[in-house]
């Protein structure tokens, strides 16, 4: 079954540092993965989307990366911020359904002044 | 414009009643999808309506749960004689895709946390 997984343990980091947060999934690649960030009580925002043809993406201090090799999407957040804690949730369409898609628990993020 | 959102946003219910979540999708999206997540866990799907297609259903946990979606926009999602395990936040996410076409982002309202005592 397809399935994305997430570091269900918190990351904690230094202000100024770069976080990396991992996203593995299995069976197939899927054509597109997409990263949502969500904080306490609300629901996930939308952040950054990345085909399985492109290797990299960026978004002003974000970075995604996207290894067919691997089965796996890198998800950076350069000179980290104290507003950058949050949970990430990685995210793939479900097979045969571009629309409908399968999260990952989530990773989070606590950036410490 | 607006965003989605869902109402209410907190809901306490007792063992054995039925409940109906509300949620009113970004005008103009076709697709509409809700989750449930319960503490510290990741979003577990239950329902997808696309357009005026049949809704695909295969991630409701039991027949106690259903939703529908009025005139392509306002859903409701209704939990019948709710369990404990019920408790959650339920979120509503609409999205502009169309067909198998998209790829487009799902943009959430805020959730509805139900506590069923």
């Known amino acids: 079954s397809q399935k994305i997984e997430q570091n269900s343990e918190a990351l904690n980091i230094q202000e100024g540092k770069t976080a990396t947060l991992t996203c593995n999934y299995t069976n197939y690649s899927p054509a597109y993965l997409q990263w949502y960030r969500q904080d306490p009580g609300r629901g996930p925002v939308f952040l950054l989307l990345?085909?399985?043809?492109?290797k990299e993406k960026r978004k002003e201090r974000l970075k995604v990366t996207f290894d067919t090799t691997l089965k796996q999407s890198l998800f950076h957040i350069t000179a980290s911020q104290p507003a950058d804690s949050a949970t990430y949730l990685c995210a793939r369409p479900v097979s045969g359904g571009y629309n409908k898609l399968i999260f990952g628990a989530g990773t989070r993020l606590a950036v410490h002044p | 414009g607006a965003g989605v959102s869902q109402s209410p946003s907190n809901k306490v219910t007792e063992k054995g009643k039925d409940v109906e979540l509300r949620c009113d999708p970004i005008s103009g999206h076709t697709a509409l999808y809700w989750y449930r997540q319960s503490l510290g866990q990741g979003l577990e799907f239950l329902i997808y309506f696309q357009g005026n297609s049949a809704p695909d259903k295969s991630g409701l946990p039991s027949d106690r749960f259903s939703a529908e979606r009025t005139g392509g926009s306002v859903s409701t999602l209704t939990i019948q004689r709710t369990q404990q395990e019920d408790s959650a936040v339920y979120l509503c996410a609409s999205s502009s895709s169309s067909g198998t076409s998209g790829y487009n982002e799902q943009f959430f309202g805020p959730g509805t946390r139900l506590t069923v005592l």
């Open positions: 990345i085909r399985e043809n492109e």
